[in-house]
């Protein structure tokens, strides 16, 4: 295709049963200070996350790299748009300033089929003590930077069930 606006989109969908109950990883979601346990890919931390728990409240979540990747910070910030207590999550997420406002992702440099939003979507299903917990990013263009995302969200949900045991 030639003109990336025409480009189809996908979503990306990770399932995993995670050894905590569905409390717990409700909690891990939930609480800023849960999320800061896990929020970026392997080796990255978060400093700081904000968020207000209620339909049209906010959230950022900051990321930071390794020393060696140049320790910079990045946010991801959105708006939540359902909430079924211990059973769904939906969001928007974008690319975002450390005060939660979008950032068109071209202007620091991600390639133009970078989402500028995607809507998110995380489904958690008790299964006695342990939780099915599914994640559906929509709005990717398929390309080198779906791959990068997929992957680390793979990254990210390991530490969160490092964070939980």
Known sequence: MSDIADAKTEDFVIRRIIDAPVDLVWQAWTDPQQVKRWWG????????????????????FCM????DQGGGESYTAGVYTRIVPKELLEFTQSIADKDGNSIDPAEIGMPPDFPKEMRTVVAFEAKGELTKLTITIQGWTAGQMFVFALAGWHQQMDKLEESLT
Request: charged share 15%; hydrophobic share 20%.
């Open 41 to 60: 890919p392997k080796y990255y931390t978060s400093p700081s996350c904000k968020i207000d728990l209620r339909v049209g409240g906010t959230y950022v």
């Open 64 to 67: 930071q790299a390794p020393g």
